[in-house]
């Protein structure tokens, strides 16, 4: 799940990426799967997809706090193609990434990625640096403060959190 910025003014756009695996408030069903809202949405509503859009909305604006104006629902093979026709997407990673579930097989430090990785780089789920596997369940491990620097030369990636600390 995205959620993206365009200025008014036409300055660049901002994008933050939400993992879909995140535990989230969903209104009327309590503490679930982020990737569930929409889903929730179209089987409380009779098969509406309209209502799964907007299940997901307001779970991600109670989440953020902002107003949502306008929702775009794209597949992989939409994102595949997007992520192609802009010239791929400039992410800093603070440590490599290498994992044979997503494909993903990235350095540290900054890489433009577009296509085959750009769809691994979203659809990671296992070997994240922020959290350690203790069965079926996933728990977080400690960030460094927030005076901590991440030791990478930028921002890390383009994501809503650094893949070493999970913070912004």
């Known amino acids: 799940m995205m959620l993206m910025h365009l200025p008014a003014n036409g300055q660049k ?12 408030a969903i209104p009327g069903h ?3 799967k982020l990737n569930s809202a929409y889903p929730d949405g179209i089987n409380d509503h009779n098969g509406s997809k309209a209502a799964g859009a907007q299940l997901l909305v307001q779970t991600i604006e109670n989440l953020t706090g902002l107003t ?3 929702f775009v629902q794209v597949d992989l093979l939409g994102f595949y193609r997007i992520s192609n026709a802009i010239g791929g997407v400039q992410v800093n990673l603070c440590q490599a990434q290498k994992e044979p579930n997503s494909g993903i097989d990235l350095p540290k430090g900054v890489s433009t990625i577009k296509g085959t990785q750009a769809l691994a780089f979203v659809r990671q789920r296992y070997g994240l640096p922020t959290a350690t596997s203790t069965g079926s369940s996933v728990s977080s491990t ?11 030369p ?14 912004p």
Do not use: K, L, N
């Open 154 to 167: 930028a921002p890390c990636s383009t994501r809503s959190s650094c893949r070493t600390c999970s913070r």
């Open 68 to 70: 949502i104006d306008h």
């Open 13 to 24: 756009a901002t994008a933050i990426s939400f993992p879909r695996d995140s535990y989230v």
């Open 30 to 32: 309590g503490m679930s």
């Open 142 to 152: 400690s960030c460094p403060p927030p005076s901590a620097r991440c030791p990478a």
